[in-house]
C-alpha cells in the first residue's frame, strides 16, 4: 500500500486490515503514537488522516491507502504546541501527550476555552487534570 506519511512518500507491505497504529509503530518505527487503550476511547493514539484526527488503533492501514498521515514525529520539534505542552508543564507520564497535541491541530486557530474542552473530549489524560492542557492549547493559539 502507498500513503504519504509525515510528507514522504511510503509504500509498505503490510495486511489490509493491521490496525494503523500498528503499521506506524513497528513497520515505519515511529513509537510516537502511543497505545493507551486499543479501543479508540483515550485518544493517546490520534493522528491525523487528510487532516481529520482520528484514533489510530481503530483505523485499519487499508484505509490510509492514497491518503496524507501525519503523526507527532511529522510537527517536528519546534511546533508551537510541543513547546506550551513544555511550558505549561501540559505533560507528566506522556502517553496522552502526542494524542492531544495531534488533537489540538485540528482546532480552529481562535478556539474557545469551550471549543478546545470540546475538540479534546476524546483525549484523556491520568495524571496532569486538564488545566494545564488547556493552557498549553490557549497558549499555541496565541502565537
Known amino acids: ?3 504519504t506519511l509525515n510528507g ?3 509504500e509498505v507491505d503490510v495486511h489490509p486490515m493491521k490496525r494503523l497504529l500498528d503499521l506506524l509503530r513497528e513497520e515505519c518505527a515511529l513509537t510516537g503514537t502511543k497505545e493507551g487503550c486499543g479501543e479508540g ?5 490520534t493522528v491525523l488522516i487528510d487532516g481529520a484526527a482520528v484514533c489510530s488503533c481503530l483505523v ?3 484505509q490510509a491507502e492514497g491518503a496524507a498521515v501525519l503523526t507527532i514525529e511529522g510537527l ?3 511546533h508551537p504546541l510541543q513547546r506550551c505542552f513544555m511550558d505549561e508543564v501540559g505533560a507528566q507520564c506522556g502517553i496522552c501527550t ?3 497535541i495531534m488533537a489540538a491541530c485540528v482546532l480552529a486557530p481562535d478556539a474557545s476555552l469551550d471549543e478546545i474542552r470540546l475538540g479534546l473530549a476524546g483525549n484523556l489524560c491520568r495524571c496532569t487534570g486538564y ?3 488547556y493552557r ?3 497558549s499555541a493559539r496565541r502565537q
Do not use: H, L, T
Open 76 to 78: 517536528g520539534d519546534a
Open 98 to 100: 502526542p494524542g492531544m
Open 41 to 45: 476511547e483515550c485518544g493517546a493514539c
Open 1 to 3: 500500500m502507498r500513503f
Open 60 to 62: 485499519p492501514a487499508a
Open 136 to 138: 498549553a492549547v490557549q
Open 8 to 10: 514522504a512518500p511510503v
Open 131 to 133: 488545566s494545564a492542557i
